[in-house]
């Protein structure tokens, strides 16, 4: 028994061959009706994320079934929900795309940001609802992001409502070596119950060890581990990904010469990777993710050396990162019947969920839906990466804060809704107005 238990320490974990083979999701809800959608413009996530094709997608018990051309065998035998997509986008639901985008996995569909702290911290941030970080130590794996989460959190709701099917919920950066993350599925009125053990925030209750080592067996306690042992080696061992709140670059450098040998999925909050690019490729095991801020960054001194230019030096495929790619991030048969209807192409300024179903459930009862000019139908232009490289040279990591434009003479703004000057807002909302010489004329 020793020998099987020693052998499974470097065992690594894989869905079973026969996994895309299920006729049904383990996530499926029963009651959960059928659902086809006709005349979709499918991006299917495949052929290195170029593959788009015509047609049809029939769910079913929580996966897709078909994709393209439905087999009418295959409709007459059950009773399905029809939802006719008259040619719009069809997509893969999202994995928590925030303010920290992956701009790499961005031109090839999946946006893909690993970096999410819902319904754990709150929103807005209040001290009493914050549940991201214990402070009673500052190495507790054993710990789990799932037992710190408040399923009535109203951010799920506006989560799926931009199109995100799962995320990625980790625990924040207070400790050196935090909670075990979770990936549940957005569902608002299905978020799994979770039983706890904590008295409020988490860790509170969950101190296993005193300042004596000894591990204490109060009733409450009596289902933690009796060692913090099993936690700790499962990265070494390949076991469980560590994802790595890690910004500066001498703090990566350390990371990624570590003498333990164990890969990195992903670097957090990495502002300075672009900086060395080299550095990364000596991971051990592959290079790791990238997640960090497309825009708020600078907030504090191990992010000031964030760039807007930087360039993309993130890992193949963020979904392998995670560990889902077997099951989400593709629209293929198999494949868990997450997927978004979009009003406009999904890359295309305002793109905006027409309807999102998580597990093959329809999730937006009554969702504001606005015409897009044809234009936003069609793929944005794709921007000069080789360009952004050497601009971040230039302009030494910083923005560009000179108008790409300028514009001469009188200006006319139709259409005004609010008119403020010098923090007054206007009696009349004038509809026009126009601006002459630096002046409001």
Known sequence: MTLVWCRALNVKPVPPPS???RNESDRFQPGTRTVLVKNATIWTGRVDGLGILKGDIFMD???VVRTGVVEKSLLASREYNVVDALGAWVTPGYICPSPQLLPHVLMRLRIVDMHSHLGGSSSPVLEGAADDNSYKGLALPWLRALDALNTHYDGFVLAVAGGVTTSLILPGSADAMGTAAAHPRNIPDHMPVVKILRVSMLGRAWTPYGASGKYTTTPERSRLPKTN?????????GQASVQTHCY???DIDAFVSNEFQFPIASFHHAHETYLIPEVLKHAYGKPPASAMFSSFARYKHESYRHSEFAPRILAENGLKVMGLDHRIGFIKPGYDADLVLWDSHPLALGATPVQVFINGIPQLSDPYISKKPASH????????FDQDRMDAIKYERLPLLEAA????????FRNVLSLWTAGVRASEVPGNV????????
């Open 248 to 250: 500066k670059t001498v």
């Open 405 to 412: 434009t300028r514009t001469t003479g009188a200006v006319l």
């Open 434 to 441: 126009l601006v002459e010489g630096g002046a409001i004329n």
């Open 61 to 63: 018990g929580g996966i």
């Open 19 to 21: 996994f895309n083979l």
């Open 377 to 384: 139908q069609h793929a944005p232009k794709t921007p000069n």
């Open 229 to 237: 042992i099993a936690p700790r080696r499962r990265p070494a061992s």
